[in-house]
């Protein structure tokens, strides 16, 4: 059991150079989000899934675009990337709805010059 | 608007002390976790609280929920090196029914 793995673990970017983060998890679960971590912040939710097929925006969705075609995957992409997007981004999942244990990776760090 | 506000928001001491980190808002929550970061990794939930006044121990970890659910605490007594970490609270607001991250509390703790 892998649990929640992400790729890649560290990505540099231009400014305006698009890229996908992948996050795949194999305990069958219903719910994957993504999060972004800043300094002083906490974690942020981008967006979620509640199913395969679905998704659904969070906190800070600008600028960000996800997909969730298999239900052990859920892909985060960034058209355009900002330097506001410089930060370190966790793929999470859990079991069902909103209050059960969440299952995060190991996270990405991106640096957006 | 951060609606979970985690004090103190960085924390150095010695190996044997005793801490308290608070987790506060003006909200109420349905329920409230805790949840334990290491350098390089993903948050690793420690414990969920769902009843106003509740207490759950993990250890050398108290974990209290306020009467009202709008905060919580968590009580470390004699720290250790192992309890290095970034500690975030998260919980369910009740209205909107959303998980909301605290702003964490860094801990470092000396031998």
């Known amino acids: 059991n892998a649990g929640v793995t992400q790729t890649p673990k560290f990505r540099v970017l231009k400014t305006g150079q698009s890229m996908t983060l992948l996050c795949a998890q194999d305990m069958n679960h219903e719910y994957m989000y993504w999060y972004r971590q800043d300094p002083g912040m906490g974690l942020r939710l981008i967006h979620y899934s509640v199913g395969e097929g679905t998704t659904a925006k969070g906190e800070v969705p600008d600028g960000y675009n996800v997909s969730r075609l298999k239900k052990q995957n859920f892909l985060l992409g960034l058209e355009s990337a900002a330097p506001s997007q410089t930060s370190v981004y966790f793929c999470?999942?859990?079991?069902?709805?909103?209050?059960?244990?969440?299952?995060f990776g190991p996270g990405t760090r991106l640096t957006v010059t | 608007t951060q609606l979970l506000e985690q004090s103190p928001q960085f924390l150095s001491i010695q190996e044997g002390e005793n801490l308290t980190v608070y987790c506060n808002s003006s909200?109420?929550?349905?329920?409230l976790q805790w949840y334990r970061q290491e350098p390089g990794e993903g948050p690793v939930l420690l414990v969920t609280?769902?009843?106003?006044?509740e207490v759950k121990k993990l250890k050398r970890l108290t974990f209290q929920f306020g009467d009202a659910r709008k905060d919580s605490s968590l009580h470390i007594t004699a720290a250790q090196p192992g309890d290095t970490g970034l500690y975030l609270c998260a919980g369910v607001h009740f209205n909107t029914d959303k998980l909301i991250f605290g702003t964490g509390t860094r801990l470092q703790v000396f031998p």
């Open positions: 609280v769902v009843t106003g006044g």
């Open positions: 909200s109420v929550f349905s329920s």
């Open positions: 999470a999942s859990s079991y069902s709805a909103v209050g059960y244990e969440q299952y």
